[in-house]
């Protein structure tokens, strides 16, 4: 009877992560398009104690910051100096999203 619940359970699992994946398309009057991620670029949206210095780590070259101040918040577009790959640009994303102070 373990077995059992262990093999529901397994199947389960897998088939929330055979799913679980990203999807860069849509579907428009059931025509597939793709989408395109231009991974040059990262756009990231603050809060008000978030500081520059907390994206040192990350290897962005050009960094512009413009204040919001009726939402209290600075949204960053902030340029990487090598286009990373597809792994790479989901895992320094993920790695943002992590940070204090940083909502998206």
């Known amino acids: 009877m373990k077995f059992l ?3 529901i359970g397994l199947s389960l699992f897998l088939g929330h992560v055979s799913f679980g994946q990203s999807n860069n398309y849509y579907y428009y009057n ?8 231009d991974r ?10 978030f500081t520059i210095n907390q ?3 990350l290897g962005f070259g050009d960094i512009d910051v413009q204040d919001d ?5 600075s949204i960053i577009k902030a340029t990487f100096l090598n286009e990373p790959t597809v792994v790479t640009y989901f895992q320094k994303s993920n790695l943002l999203k992590s ?3 940083i909502k998206r």
């Not at 040059?40 to 104690?49: A, E, F, L, P």
């Not at 101040?69 to 918040?73: G, I, R, S, V, W």
């Open 40 to 49: 040059t670029v990262i756009h990231i949206i603050t809060t008000s104690g």
């Open 99 to 101: 940070k204090s102070h």
């Open 5 to 7: 619940y262990f093999l």
């Open 69 to 73: 101040a009726q939402y209290n918040t």
């Open 55 to 57: 994206l040192d780590d």
């Open 30 to 37: 059931g025509e597939k398009i793709s989408l395109d991620i």
